[in-house]
């Protein structure tokens, strides 16, 4: 069982927008910031947001991230094919170094 | 362009061993701090231990203390996992993945690598 609550899934069609929440608590979220990474089968895992909202160069403004208190969320505008993957948040936490949320496995219907 | 190159994993027996490598281009790897992230098959992320830049201070998850050892060789540009006394548990994907922030442990990470199989089974 993971630290930071994901959903496991999200599903959207082309073109619209979707939000992937990240659930955590004072000792990590509330206190530490948040990245985002996209996984691809095979493919080594992307740094998609760091710091809650900045984006590396390279990521589409498709992207963009926030934190409130201790949750934060990813959103997708402008949803495409290639967006389907998995997304992990992580987070530095107090006491247990790093933790990882679930993953949400994205679906483009 | 940054590159991380993990190598080593491979089927072992339980209670066996396994070193794991990371070699890493593209970046002065003595000026950051590093990670080995794994992923069973079907679950999430897992961070399993990270190591300052100098090597001068070292975390492990619960889960793998006493049985794991990072390190690194500035000079050769690789990032190490000494595994002993494996478990099925500790099947995985194992990731090396560099903090964002030079210096600084409590940084995240930026660049993974694609990761080597290690699969403890008889």
């Known amino acids: 069982q993971s630290v930071l609550t994901q959903p496991p899934s999200a599903s959207g069609t082309p073109g619209q927008r979707v939000t992937i929440s990240c659930s955590g608590s004072s000792s990590n979220i509330g206190s530490n910031t948040v990245n985002w990474y996209q996984l691809l089968p095979g493919a080594a895992p992307k740094l998609l947001m760091y710091s809650n909202n900045q984006r590396p160069s390279g990521v589409p403004d498709r992207f963009s991230g926030s934190k409130s208190g201790t949750s934060a969320s990813l959103a997708i505008s402008g949803l495409q094919s290639e967006d389907e993957a998995d997304y992990y948040c992580a987070a530095w936490d107090d006491t247990l170094n790093v933790v990882f949320g679930g993953g949400t496995k994205l679906t483009v219907l | 362009e940054v590159q991380l190159v993990e190598s080593g994993g491979g089927l072992v027996q339980p209670g066996g061993s396994l070193r794991l490598s990371c070699a890493a281009s593209g970046f002065t790897l003595r000026t950051y701090c590093m990670s080995w992230v794994r992923q069973a098959p079907g679950k999430g992320l897992e961070w399993v231990a990270n190591i300052k830049q100098d090597g001068s201070e070292k975390n492990y998850v619960d889960s793998v203390k006493g049985r794991f050892t990072i390190s690194r060789d500035n000079a050769k540009n690789t990032l190490f996992l000494q595994m002993n006394s494996l478990g099925a548990d500790d099947t995985a994907v194992y990731y090396c993945?560099?903090?964002?922030?030079?210096?600084?442990?409590?940084?995240?990470?930026?660049?993974w690598g694609q990761g080597t199989l290690v699969t403890v089974a008889s």
């Open positions: 993945a560099r903090g964002r922030i030079p210096y600084y442990i409590r940084s995240l990470f930026d660049y």
